[in-house]
């Protein structure tokens, strides 16, 4: 009952080798104990939670089972006794009326730890090729196969030549990936199950070609193919990635561990997160550098996971972009201490000292994008009398304490490294923009917005919440927010503030192409505006109305009565279709100042805009007239409910 089949040991090598797998990016998951890695490996995600229940069960009755016959024999033993008597007292001794009932409940066990075990390590899909790729498919000469060539045009592939040509160098050893035995062995057998996959793309010599530029610059092939033979799905899944997503296919390309977000399967709002394990990832790290990269890694393989599940349809434009949200505010919030207290290492700390980071923008209303960089405002408070920062090896007066503090998390955020940067950083939202300091303490923000505000920043400001710091000091930064945003004798300027601000916008920044529909007339600013400058005119009289997403701002707008029910709508709807454009046009094919989309832009774009609410499109043109008639109906409650633009052109 320890080394047979169902054993003890099958349900310690299976958590073993998932902690293995998975632990060096989440520390959470480093329990020496069994019970205790089971656990934290189905609260990760990275186990079914029924078969860690099952297998912690098996594990304390095999363990209890364990004890009791070493009771018995006073001696190590793993073995059930063989006779009738035997059993029957082990029976008892577990609290079993009978042998039968004892037996019953010892193979249930086994079994259900076999299932598994077996699930996870040894069985293998069988590859017996793809219908499609029914025919010859011989690489291995140094000429063509004519019926070799037969199949892959049978198949869809438009020059089977050059396709051919490509399978050769791999199979003869071109890519340092294939030129072990064992990589040929599984390329060809999976060949038949590969060509299919990119034969299903709507460019599949394209989509080939990028999947050659991955097996390039992988310096070993036999883990990846042998991931694509256990997991045909995880073959589909990247080549259709690679079919329709250039930028993506580029980030696999340079980024093979990328693949391990898409072996852990689909990414959804109710399953764990991986950036929940970004405090302990960095607090554990040996030093600052190894913590930056340990972001990096987390991260980028965060983000290509949820951009991957937003192409391919699993997440709505809403889910990803708060997804994508907390990711950032979870590396924002694991950074910012270990980069202060690095800097304390040298410097000391200032007396009641703190700073804290304000995400503005599209990751201060979670609607984050991909692509999307952050727009950030770093502030910084200490006690009134506070005087050199001591401690460390040299001290600084408190301004100069900070103002050489924020560049060095600024440089967390942006620096590259092995996994590239994290994020890009705006912070001309700050107080006298580029020109102004790069830290700003608490009072001084106070201040400006309560004397020198422009309407342009206070709107700026309906996106603005505290994403990492001391708890106490982002209350007080909230609270600062808050009391800029009800200020009354600013909202009767409001209105025509954003109307000429948007007159300007259009004039100096016009839209770059039509599927640029966040600067397009009746597009995603316009919407924006809506929400930002209505929450100003209205939250003096009542400050329920304020909410950092666009979304909820306006069904607040609309709960309170300042917006009618059918504009609320028009409006939340408006805003989740420009911002699925944006998000699929950014993916598959970024700026484009071409009507026409690539074949796999058009599917992803078609497929994502399907999951909004009302009629789908059934081609681009159909997607052109819902754009032309929703950015009509945008541009009238501008018009309607914060001033004259002009009709949409």
């Not at 029976?91 to 079994?111: T, V």
């Not at 058009?602 to 999951?611: D, E, F, I, K, T």
Request: aromatic letters at 6%; hydrophobic letters at 50%; charged letters at 25%.
């Amino acid at each position: 009952m320890k080394l047979g089949r169902g054993g003890i040991r099958e349900i310690e090598f299976t958590a073993q080798v998932l902690q293995l797998i998975w632990g060096g990016r989440d520390p959470g998951l480093r329990d020496p104990t069994t019970l205790g890695a089971l656990a934290a490996l189905a609260a990760a995600g990275r186990i079914e939670r029924r078969a860690a229940a099952d297998l912690a069960d098996a594990y304390v009755f095999l363990r209890n089972l364990e004890h009791r016959l070493q009771m018995v024999a006073d001696r190590q033993t793993h073995r059930l006794p063989e006779d009738e008597p035997g059993l029957a007292r082990i029976a008892s001794f577990m609290g079993f009326a009978s042998r039968d009932e004892f037996a019953a409940a010892f193979l249930g066990h086994l079994g259900r730890v076999e299932r598994h075990y077996g699930n996870f390590f040894e069985a293998a899909p069988a590859l017996t090729g793809a219908a499609e790729a029914s025919g010859n498919l011989v690489f291995t000469g140094v000429e063509d196969d004519p019926e070799t060539s037969a199949t892959l045009k049978r198949m869809g592939f438009a020059d089977p030549a050059s396709v051919s040509a490509m399978i050769r160098g791999w199979h003869h050893g071109r890519p340092r990936a294939t030129r072990s035995e064992r990589a040929r062995e599984l390329l060809t057998e999976l060949m038949p199950n590969l060509l299919a996959a990119f034969a299903r793309q709507s460019n599949p010599e394209q989509a080939l070609a990028r999947f050659d530029a991955v097996l390039s610059r992988l310096p070993a092939g036999v883990q990846m193919l042998s991931l694509f033979r256990r997991n045909p799905a995880l073959l589909d899944r990247v080549a259709g990635i690679l079919g329709a997503a250039p930028q993506l296919a580029n980030h696999l390309a340079h980024n093979a561990a990328a693949l391990d977000g898409l072996l852990a399967g689909s990414v959804s709002p109710a399953g764990a997160d991986p950036s929940a394990c970004l405090p302990a990832l960095v607090k554990d790290a040996r030093h600052l550098e190894e913590a930056l990269e340990s972001a990096r890694r987390l991260a980028t393989e965060r983000k290509f996971e949820i951009d991957a599940a937003a192409l391919e349809g699993q997440l709505d434009v809403d889910v990803a972009g708060e997804l994508r949200a907390d990711l950032a505010d979870a590396a924002i919030a694991a950074l910012l201490p270990r980069v202060s207290a690095d800097f304390a290492e040298r410097f000391g700390r200032i007396a009641g000292g703190a700073m804290a980071v304000v995400a503005f923008g599209k990751l201060g209303g979670r609607e984050m994008l991909p692509g999307s960089d952050l727009d950030l405002v770093l502030l910084y408070d200490h006690d009134v009398d506070a005087g050199e920062s001591s401690g460390g090896r040299r001290g600084l007066a408190p301004s100069e304490y900070f103002l050489r503090l924020a560049p060095q998390v600024v440089a967390a955020i942006t620096a590259p490294g092995a996994e590239g940067r994290l994020w890009e950083v705006d912070m001309r939202l700050r107080p006298s923009g580029n020109k102004g300091p790069v830290a700003i303490r608490l009072a001084a923000l106070e201040q400006y917005h309560r004397e020198n505000a422009w309407t342009w920043e206070r709107m700026a400001l309906t996106r603005a919440r505290a994403v990492a710091g001391p708890p106490a000091l982002k209350r007080r930064i909230n609270e600062v927010l808050r009391a800029s945003m009800v200020k009354p004798g600013a909202a009767a300027v409001a209105l025509a503030d954003a109307t000429a601000m948007r007159l300007r916008m259009l004039k100096e920044l016009p839209a770059e192409g039509p599927w640029d529909v966040k600067a397009m007339p009746g597009g995603l600013i316009e919407v924006e505006f809506i929400a930002q400058a209505l929450q100003l005119v209205h939250a003096p009289a009542e400050p329920r109305v304020l909410a950092t997403t666009t979304r909820l701002a306006l069904a607040r707008l609309g709960q309170h009565g300042f917006l009618p029910a059918a504009e609320v709508e028009t409006l939340i709807a408006a805003d989740r279709l420009w911002r699925t454009i944006i998000g699929m046009v950014r993916l598959t094919i970024g700026k484009s100042r071409d009507m026409a989309l690539p074949a796999p832009a058009a599917a992803a774009l078609l497929r994502s805009v399907a999951q909004l609410p009302g009629p789908a499109p059934v081609d681009l043109s159909a997607v052109h007239a819902q754009m032309r008639e929703v950015a009509a109906e945008v541009r009238a409650i501008f018009e309607r409910r914060v001033g004259s633009l002009g009709p949409v052109g």
